[in-house]
């Protein structure tokens, strides 16, 4: 994995590919990672709407190349990318050129993947965002 000048969600990928591929996993009940989300120069704060959606397209590869039938995988995934849609589309900085990059990545997940309720949800959402902002 290529480090990321800056703060750029690289802990996501990360996740996947290490959990993925451990031997074993232990939750333990201290912490051993501090997020800073209250840092007003966090990247969660000065939110970037084309980094999560590449975070998705990162994990979406790896997935692919490490497990591609995993159906598992992959709706874990689309339920983490929902998330990411949700940040982007609240960001007052996203474009149409965000959401079609949205649009993009959410088509490369199965369709038997994507639930009826999150596909709703979405157009509802690019829908505010259109009639919003032209």
């Not at 959990?19 to 990672?33: E, G, P, S, T």
């Not at 497990?67 to 995934?77: F, G």
């Not at 993009?104 to 997940?109: A, D, P, S, V």
Request: one cysteine or more.
């Amino acid at each position: 994995m290529a480090e990321v000048p800056g703060a750029g969600w690289v802990d996501n990928p990360f996740l996947y590919h290490t959990l993925c591929q451990a031997d074993r996993i232990a939750w333990v009940d201290d912490a051993f990672y501090f997020y800073r989300d209250m840092n007003p120069n966090s990247s969660s704060a000065k939110l970037d709407c084309e980094i999560p959606i590449l975070r998705i397209n990162e994990m979406k590869d790896f997935i692919e190349s490490f497990d591609p039938d995993n159906r598992y995988l992959e709706r874990m995934l689309f339920q983490r990318a929902g998330w990411y849609v949700y940040l982007v589309l609240k960001n007052p900085n996203c474009t149409k050129a965000d959401v079609a990059r949205i649009l993009k990545t959410l088509r490369r997940f199965r369709v038997d993947i994507i639930c009826m309720e999150s596909l709703l949800w979405l157009q509802k959402k690019l829908r505010k965002k259109y009639l919003c902002k032209t």
